[in-house]
């Protein structure tokens, strides 16, 4: 067996050790709001997202798309995030750990495959930027107890960003059966506390430079989408930015207007030869990427991100959605979840040279690489029930068809240099003549015994 082969062995191996036991569909029953636990009353009394914004408006003048976003989005009062439990059939949105936990285990292993092709360091720190309900973690280190043989004495902990109190309540009850405890002090970077059933630590933090220096995989499933956007429109002065103002004809309404001038964002964001009409430019998710590569420079590791997006082609891609429903963007605000799609080409230089970045491929083309298929041959054997069955495949299209989820969504990694560099030829030996090729990494390489 060649070394390429190596890695990718093991990637097969791994998958087929995870066990086949467990049901592998996540069609829970509707959820309700419950977390969302304010009374009528309290409701009642707290201000609305629109008055908040239109008394904001008149008093500073027009605001840029991406400080609307995050007021609508993550204001500690009143946001969308902050207040909602929004996701399943019951909310506003669904995500791929929610429709299926292949998705996760899937997830898990090229974890696994990365922390083994980084030496297998005795420090593993799992960190998810916005975990939702936590079902992506709790599938991941379900994996990491069936293969807990692979991990053998290594530490491993679980680090998650939230900044929605409300779903690190509900994380916390899939991850730790509520045995958390949130932090005496509102301004301590760890604000939650919990150990996992097989006694792993959990932590939550609201900013990922919170989290610990330390090797680390990091996971962002869904997560730089919801990230505030600047929106800038070419016009025959030059760039300008798009800003969120009152309407002068409808008091109680919101309306976008393009600046006269330049704006700082303007003058500093749109890069010399972008080729688009219109441009989407998530600076926060920008500075996240620098922070991440920075970190995967200086402690190894490397970040997994999956999301709806593009590299560098969109344009005009900011939406709402409410009730699974698209929503515009400037109605009700704080009522619907506001998205854009992510614009890879952007991360990819965000990054910088310091680490390799692979990607993006699209969902499809990334689970079946990771093995999707064998693992639901593997499961369909060992189900009977005509339901589930059902359920199994119809969760598989929606992940990997082409007109749902599968094109759509795009991974796209960060990676140390290290992990892609030629293996070094043992000196004294008699070896091939050619040097060995790099290990392949998983779900952006095609599984293959070559
Ligand atoms: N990854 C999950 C949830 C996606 S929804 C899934 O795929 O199912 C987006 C998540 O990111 C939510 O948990 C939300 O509360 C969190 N989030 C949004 N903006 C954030 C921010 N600025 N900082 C930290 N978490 C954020």
């Known amino acids: 067996m060649k070394m390429r082969s190596l890695v990718v062995l093991k990637t097969q191996q791994l998958i087929s050790r995870v066990s086949s036991s467990s049901a592998a569909v996540r069609w829970r029953a509707a959820q309700t709001r419950l977390l969302c636990s304010s009374s009528p009353d309290e409701a009642k009394r707290r201000p609305s997202m629109l008055r908040h914004l239109t008394s904001k ?9 991406a400080e609307y976003m995050k007021e609508v989005l993550t ?62 973690a709790s599938d991941v280190l379900r994996v990491f107890s069936q293969l807990q043989s692979v991990l053998c004495e290594s530490s491993v902990s679980l680090h998650l960003v939230e900044v929605s109190p409300v779903l690190s309540r509900l994380q916390a009850q899939t ?11 509102e301004d301590e970077l760890v604000y939650r506390r919990g150990e996992t059933a097989a006694g792993l630590p959990v932590s939550w933090y609201r900013r990922l430079d919170d989290v610990p220096t330390g090797f680390s995989i990091f996971i962002a499933h869904e997560f730089f989408d919801a990230l505030p956007i600047h929106k800038f429109q070419r016009t025959d002065k030059g760039w300008r930015e798009v800003m969120v103002d009152i309407d002068p004809e409808k008091n109680d309404q919101l309306r976008f207007v393009v600046t006269p001038s330049p704006t700082l964002a303007s003058s500093t964001l749109v890069h010399d030869d972008e080729r688009r009409e219109h441009l989407e430019v998530c600076a926060e998710g920008g500075v996240i990427v620098q922070q991440l590569a920075r970190r995967i420079v200086e402690d190894g590791g490397a970040a997994l991100i999956a999301d709806y997006g593009h590299d560098g082609t969109k344009t005009d891609t900011f939406r709402g959605f409410k009730g699974h429903q698209l929503h515009d963007v400037l109605a009700s605000p704080g009522s619907a979840d506001l998205t854009a799609d992510v614009d890879f080409s952007y991360l990819r230089r965000m990054a910088g040279g310091g680490v390799a970045c692979l990607g993006p491929v699209t969902q499809r083309t990334f689970l079946k690489n990771m093995g999707i298929d064998t693992r639901m041959q593997v499961l369909l054997r060992n ?21 749902k989820m599968g094109e759509r969504f795009h991974f796209f990694s960060l990676l140390h240099h290290s992990r892609l560099a030629k293996p070094k030829r043992a000196t004294g030996m008699k070896l091939e003549k050619t040097s060995p090729a790099p290990l392949p990494v998983a779900g952006f390489t095609e599984l293959s015994f070559s």
């Not at 408006?57 to 605001?63: C, D």
């Not at 399943?88 to 090229?110: A, N, Y």
């Not at 189900?383 to 969760?395: H, M």
């Open 57 to 65: 408006l008149k008093a500073t003048g027009p605001i840029s798309v």
């Open 75 to 136: 204001n500690p009062v009143t946001g969308y995030y902050v207040r909602n439990n929004m996701l399943g059939p019951d909310g506003d949105f669904i995500t791929s750990p929610e429709i299926s936990q292949i998705f996760g285990e899937l997830l898990g292993v090229w974890i696994l495959s990365e922390w083994m092709g980084a030496g297998r360091p005795k420090q593993l720190q799992l960190v998810e930027l916005g975990p939702g309900k936590g079902s992506l």
């Open 175 to 185: 991850l730790t059966r509520d045995s958390s405890r949130e932090a005496d002090a």
């Open 383 to 403: 189900c009977s029930d005509p339901s589930t069955r059902k359920q199994l495949i119809s969760s598989y299209d929606m992940l990997t068809n082409p007109a």
